[in-house]
Every structure is written in structure tokens, then in C-alpha cells.
Nanobody, 118 residues
């Protein structure tokens, strides 16, 4: 079992930056692939970014060049640095984890809200 807790969401203006954090517990953090997803009102949850246990990162085209995912093994945490935020980035952001890189996303946090005003 893995528990995930997100933090760092808030209300910002377009062009501002935020850093989201996700603290993991319950399993060996370094064995997990970690990811970020987001869901806007009336829309399906969409992939944002992921990072493997080896540190290889992948991004959705919509955030590539603006967002950076990273992990800190000492803190058992994953981060999402969001720069040049746009109103269309407004959503609830969820941290996720999986034991296998080819498996389903098994564990989910409670979400943290990001609102970007124009």
C-alpha cells in the first residue's frame, strides 16, 4: 500500500509559477514510478508528467517546456515545477504511483487545486 499527499496548490495569475509536492509513504519510494495528472471541471483526467524510478521523465505536449517533474529519494517526494502558468492549466492536480512502469496507476493522492487567472 502507498499513501500519497499533495500540497502546493493555490491561486495565481497567468505567467506565475507554482511548485507542487507529493509525499509518499508505505512502500520503498525508489521502486515506484511517479506521475502527475490533472482534471478540470467537466473534463476527463489527463496525464501531465511522469518520472520513472530511474529518473527518466515524460511530459504531455501541453506542458512540455513549462513544467518539470523531479523526485527526491531522501524525502520520498515527487515535485512538479510549473512555470509560465496559463488559465487552461486550472485544474485539480493529482499525484499517482505505480509499481511497474508498464502497469496501471495504482495509487492516487487526494488532489490539490490550481487556479490560474488571466
Amino acid at each position: 500500500q502507498v499513501q500519497l499527499v499533495e500540497s502546493g496548490g493555490g491561486l495565481v495569475q497567468a505567467g506565475d509559477s507554482l511548485r507542487l509536492s507529493c509525499a509518499a509513504s508505505g512502500r520503498t519510494f525508489n521502486s515506484l514510478s511517479m506521475g502527475w495528472f490533472r482534471q478540470a471541471p467537466g473534463k476527463e483526467r489527463e496525464f501531465v508528467a511522469a518520472i520513472t524510478s530511474g529518473g527518466s521523465a515524460n511530459y504531455a505536449d501541453s506542458v512540455k517546456g513549462r513544467f518539470t517533474i523531479s523526485r527526491d529519494s531522501a524525502k520520498s517526494s515527487v515535485y512538479l515545477q510549473m512555470n509560465s502558468l496559463k488559465p487552461e492549466d486550472t485544474a485539480d492536480y493529482y499525484c499517482a504511483a505505480r509499481r511497474l512502469t508498464w502497469g496501471r496507476w495504482e495509487y492516487w493522492g487526494q488532489g490539490t487545486q490550481v487556479t490560474v487567472s488571466s
